[in-house]
C-alpha cells in the first residue's frame, strides 16, 4: 500500500529565503507524482507535474525533482516570499490506481515579511 | 464560469438531512472526482468517473452517493450522515487517455459541510 509522508509538516522562513520541502513514498512504481499549493479554505492548485520518466520540472521560482529509486522528490522554491505562505501537497498517481492520487499530509509554510 | 466550480461553498445539515453537492467542469475533460479532506488527515479519494462510468469506489459508506449525470457534471448525493462526516469536500477534473491517468488534477474550490 502506498504511503506518502511529507517532513517537515510546517515550517517558518524570512522572506527571501531559499526553502526545500520533501516527499517520500514507499511504492516506486509510479505514474507521476504533483506537487499542489493550498490557500487556507480554499481548493487544490496544482503547481507542478511530473511524469515517472523525468526527473524533474522547473516553472519560475519553484522546481521539483524526483527519484524514483529513492522514493523521494523535493519542491525547492527560490527567493520565498509572503505570498508563498499556503500548504503545500505532495500527491503520488500510481500506476495501478486507476486515477487515485495518493496524498502526503503536508507542509504547512509560512513566509514572514 | 471558468475551471472546476463547486457548490454551494458552505453548507451546514442536520443527521436527518438529504442533501446534494455540485460540481461542474469547463475544462472539456473526461474524468472527475470527489475527495474528502478532514482536520489533520491526508486528502482520501472518495470516488473517481471517467466518461460517466464510475471506475473507482474507495469504500465509501453508502450514506454518500455519487452521480455523474455527463462528463462535466458531478454530483454527490447525502443522507443521514455523522458529525464525522464534516470535512471540506473536493472535486476535481483531468483528461484521461487510454486507460491512463498521467495528467494533472484540476481541484475545484471546495464545500465546507459541517453535520450537527
Known amino acids: 500500500k502506498q504511503e506518502v509522508t511529507q517532513i517537515p509538516a510546517a515550517l517558518s522562513v524570512p522572506e527571501g529565503e531559499n526553502l526545500v520541502l520533501n516527499c517520500s513514498f514507499t511504492?516506486?512504481?509510479?505514474?507521476?507524482l504533483q506537487w499542489f499549493r493550498q490557500d487556507p479554505g480554499k481548493g487544490l492548485t496544482s503547481l507542478l507535474l511530473i511524469q515517472s520518466s523525468q526527473r524533474e520540472q522547473t516553472s519560475g521560482r519553484l522546481n521539483a525533482s524526483l527519484d524514483k529509486s529513492s522514493g523521494r522528490s523535493t519542491l525547492y522554491i527560490a527567493a520565498s516570499q509572503p505570498g508563498d505562505s499556503a500548504t503545500y501537497l505532495c500527491a503520488v498517481g500510481g500506476d495501478n490506481q486507476g486515477g487515485k492520487l495518493i496524498f502526503g499530509q503536508g507542509t504547512e509554510l509560512s513566509v514572514k515579511p | 464560469e471558468t475551471g472546476v466550480t463547486q457548490t454551494p461553498r458552505h453548507l451546514v445539515m442536520g443527521m436527518t438531512n438529504k442533501k446534494s453537492l455540485k460540481c461542474e467542469q469547463h475544462?472539456?475533460?473526461?474524468?472527475m472526482y470527489w475527495y474528502k479532506q478532514s482536520a489533520k488527515k491526508p486528502l482520501e479519494l472518495m470516488f473517481v468517473?471517467?466518461?460517466?462510468?464510475?471506475?473507482e469506489n474507495n469504500s465509501v459508506p453508502s450514506r454518500f452517493s455519487p452521480e455523474c449525470p455527463n462528463s462535466s457534471h458531478l454530483f454527490l448525493h447525502l443522507h443521514t450522515l455523522q458529525p464525522e462526516d464534516s470535512a471540506l469536500y473536493l472535486c476535481?477534473?483531468?483528461?484521461?487517455?487510454?486507460?491512463?491517468?498521467?495528467?494533472?488534477?484540476?481541484f475545484g474550490p471546495g464545500t465546507r459541510l459541517t453535520v450537527l
Open positions: 468517473y471517467n466518461f460517466k462510468e464510475q471506475t
Open positions: 511504492d516506486s512504481a509510479i505514474y507521476n
Open positions: 475544462l472539456g475533460h473526461n474524468a
Open positions: 476535481a477534473s483531468s483528461q484521461v487517455g487510454a486507460g491512463t491517468y498521467t495528467d494533472t488534477q484540476y
